[in-house]
């Protein structure tokens, strides 16, 4: 089957691939990495029907992404972020999706209460 895939941010980029039903997520995105070179700072790729942000998962076969035969996919790389990169971003004022403390991080904001004796 026949599928286009928009690898840009240029809306008019796309490609056209020929697909199976059961060709694997991964197998579409390294066909989209070869025409499409990451750039430096990607650590990621994503691929989702065209128009919507719920990612394809990797392991998935195109069938069970209800992919069929005429379907246009949008193809992004990106980067995942490091509980580090996360936090220099929030201090600068870059707000990012949440997320966990180890404990060690946790911080005690209210002061110490005296004991009643």
């Keep these: 089957m026949r599928i286009t895939v928009y ?31 990451p750039p430096e700072w990607a650590n990621t790729a994503l691929l989702a029907l065209h128009g919507s942000k719920d990612y394809f998962d990797n392991k998935k076969r195109l069938a069970q992404c209800k992919v069929q035969q005429g379907d246009a996919l949008k193809f992004s790389y990106a980067r995942t972020l490091t509980q580090q990169e996360k936090l220099q971003m929030n201090m600068q004022g870059i707000e990012t999706e949440e997320f966990p403390l180890a404990d060690e991080a946790h911080l005690r904001t209210m002061p110490a209460m005296p004991l009643p004796y």
């Design 7 to 37: 690898y840009s941010p240029d809306a008019d980029k796309c490609t056209e691939l020929e697909v199976e039903p059961s060709d694997t997520v991964k197998s579409v995105k390294q066909k989209v990495i070869a025409l499409y070179a």
